[in-house]
């Protein structure tokens, strides 16, 4: 009997190759293969049928409540009512005293295996493992339902068959449900497993395929490329058919192969799982792309050669602005030199003993200041970027950076130089540099050096030698500098102003001989006479246009003309001779009174010789004629003056001036 229960349940089998050979989705049945499913459990349960356990003619025990209770559970009412319906049939056509009994187990089997189905099957497909152990308690229900059937067969037949078959019903029938549940819930696991890895090989192949970054998996001892998306190739220039008989080392930048290689091997090796670096490759087209590259070793090898996978972003724009920005950040915008931020780095780089000697040479432009104030920033710009050309020739023919470190001030770095190699680099510059013009203005180059001999003096200390040897010689440069940009300046305005000049000098003479009635020494009446000669210097920076208008000025322009008493300042105290010149120039406009410009000085705060330019200047704007006005009389200048004593000049001058000068009488005015 034990060996026809267990030969039956070894039929129960079928049930899993059922489930194997017609690919069934355990997620999702249609209503065709429910059809096909029910057909063949049918046919299954009708094999298990005809070689069941035979108590007595009539009477037969069987595992098709086993087959009912699993085909419930794990393919739900549908298949298993038409399974059922098949066997219900068969069961009829055999007859016997057991019909009843028969038709009982499988009804009860298909509606405990159905409702179980219905609540707990998704368990089963979520790969819920817990689930496990409710399939011998469904096979328990399902048999405790088969023995209460019993009562159903004759009654001088129930103590036998109930003494026979009770613990057969109650223990191995579960246990096969439980066998069997268990083999399908493995297949179902493996199925569910198989779809996810086709999910996911799907996903990673759509992912290799359609990723905007180049993606390649590649042999890591040839260097070819196994695996290679249409990213990679648009980034290389390449078709899939010429990159096929290619490395990736054919297409590297040479200056980045030696590092690419040398982490290939390492990673091979084992000595690192990945790497991460920038380097270029050169297209077909021959362009060079920067990209960024990141590389994993792979586990899986292929006839036990190691792989690896590269991932690339082409990342050529954002590496020409870094030069773009790293450019900027090391260069000065107007000369286009490197600046005093790449000067600093480049000196501390080159502080060690295999540079010593270590120079710097330093050099700044004499009476720039001057010509800035005279003619605008532009001017000294073009003045700049002229020596900067002129630094850019000497850097190629030597090898010395030259950097702009300052407003005016340039600096050489030169390495393993001793002194008198120092003093004949800055003799060349002297005679190649001086003097730089720029729009008839010429202007000279001073020039400084320190030298490090050792590592106990400081890079601090070079740069203040520097300076120090530069400020000794601008004292015995500057001063000629300074007046010949003077020179240059008021020559440009005479130029542009012809008529400036004669009014100068006039204002000169009268200023001069002014003074000598005053009683001024010799050497306050030249430079009485000096200052009447630049009094004007500051109109240098007006517009031709307004200097040379014969209209009326309008109150725009004349407030540009009330400017050049402050410009002229400027440009006279930058030069250190002129120094106290520049403040007799500055209050030339001042009134007695104080309502004069730029300062409002009143009374004697203003400078005497200022207040002698004054006068001067006034008489000979009064004599000479404009076109909008005749010009005065001698008297009438001199009744001007002498009508403006107190308020615009100071009356004791004007009146020195109209007595001795224009030889008339105060009183008589």
């Known amino acids: 009997m034990v060996i026809d229960i267990f030969y039956n349940i070894a039929m129960l089998l079928s049930l899993s190759i059922v489930y194997t050979t017609h690919n069934i989705n355990p997620f999702k049945l249609h209503r065709g293969k429910n059809l096909l499913i029910g057909l063949a459990i049918g046919v299954v349960g009708i094999l298990i049928m005809s070689r069941p356990f035979i108590y007595q003619e009539g009477l037969f025990f069987d595992s098709r409540s086993i087959l009912i209770g699993i085909s419930g559970m794990f393919f739900g009412a549908p298949a298993t009512l038409l399974a059922s319906l098949i066997m219900i049939i068969y069961r009829l056509m055999v007859g016997g005293s057991g019909v009843v009994t028969g038709l009982i187990v499988i009804l009860s089997a298909l509606i405990v295996g159905s409702i179980w189905h219905y609540w707990r099957y998704d368990e089963v497909t979520k790969g819920n493992t817990r689930i496990r152990g409710e399939f011998f308690l469904v096979g328990l229900v399902i048999h405790i339902a088969m023995l209460l059937a019993l009562f159903f067969v004759p009654q001088h037949l129930f103590k036998s068959v109930f003494r026979v078959m009770v613990w057969p019903i109650l223990l191995l029938y579960p246990l096969g449900t439980y066998l069997l549940s268990m083999l399908l819930m493995a297949q179902i696991s493996q199925y569910r497993l198989s779809k996810q890895l086709d999910v996911s090989e799907g996903r990673f192949k759509q992912i290799f395929r359609d990723a905007p970054m180049g993606i390649t998996v590649t042999d890591s001892l040839s260097g070819k490329s196994l695996e290679v998306n249409q990213r990679y190739l648009e980034i290389i220039g390449y078709s899939r058919a010429e990159y096929d008989a290619m490395t990736w080392m054919d297409i590297t930048h040479t200056e980045d192969l030696y590092l690419d290689q040398k982490e290939v091997k390492q990673l091979y090796t084992g000595e690192i799982n990945n790497y991460s670096l920038d380097k270029r490759y050169i297209r077909k087209d021959g362009r060079v792309v920067w990209v960024h590259m990141a590389v994993s070793r792979l586990e899986y090898t292929i006839d036990n050669r190691p792989l690896h996978l590269c991932m690339v972003s082409d990342i050529t724009a954002r590496k020409e602005w870094e030069e773009k920005l790293s450019y900027v950040y090391a260069h000065d915008p107007l000369t286009d030199l490197t600046n005093r931020v790449h000067f600093e780095e480049a000196l501390r780089a080159a502080d060690n003993a295999r540079h010593y000697p270590l120079a710097v040479v330093t050099s700044d432009i004499n009476g720039l200041k001057v010509v800035n104030d005279a003619f605008g920033t532009d001017v000294g710009d073009e003045l700049l970027i002229e020596l900067a050309e002129e630094l850019k020739k000497v850097e190629q023919e030597t090898a010395y950076t030259c950097s702009r470190i300052g407003g005016d001030a340039f600096a050489f770095i030169l390495s393993q130089t001793s002194n008198d190699e120092v003093v004949a680099f800055i003799k060349t510059l002297h005679e190649r540099l001086n003097p730089i013009r720029v729009r008839n203005i010429e202007l000279t180059l001073s020039f400084g050096m320190g030298i490090k001999y050792d590592g106990f003096v400081t890079l601090d200390e070079v740069l203040k030698l520097a300076e120090n040897d530069l400020n000794r010689s601008k004292l015995s440069e500057n001063p000629s500098s300074r007046s010949r940009a003077v020179s240059t300046i008021l020559s440009t305005l005479l130029e542009k102003n012809p008529r400036e000049e004669n009014h100068s000098r ?45 209209e009326e000025l309008n109150a725009e322009e004349w407030e540009a003309i009330k400017r050049h008493p402050e410009t002229g300042w400027r440009i006279l105290s930058s030069a250190g001779e002129f120094g106290e010149l520049a403040t007799y120039v500055l209050t030339h406009h001042e009134r007695y009174d104080g309502g004069g410009y730029p300062l409002g000085l009143k009374g004697e705060a203003i400078p005497l010789q200022a207040r002698m330019i004054a006068i001067a200047d006034a008489y000979d704007a009064m004599t000479t004629e404009r076109p909008y006005r005749r010009a005065f009389s001698r008297k009438e200048a001199a009744q001007e003056l002498k009508e403006n004593a107190s308020t615009q000049f100071d009356a004791h001058l004007a009146r020195l001036f109209v007595e001795r000068e224009l030889q008339l009488v105060w009183e008589d005015l």
């Open 506 to 550: 006039r204002v000169s003479e009268l200023a001069s001989r002014l003074g000598e009635y005053y009683g001024l020494s010799s050497k306050e009446i030249g430079e009485l006479k000096t200052v009447g000669l630049l009094h004007d210097i500051g109109k240098i920076a007006i517009d031709e246009t307004i200097l040379n208008k014969e």
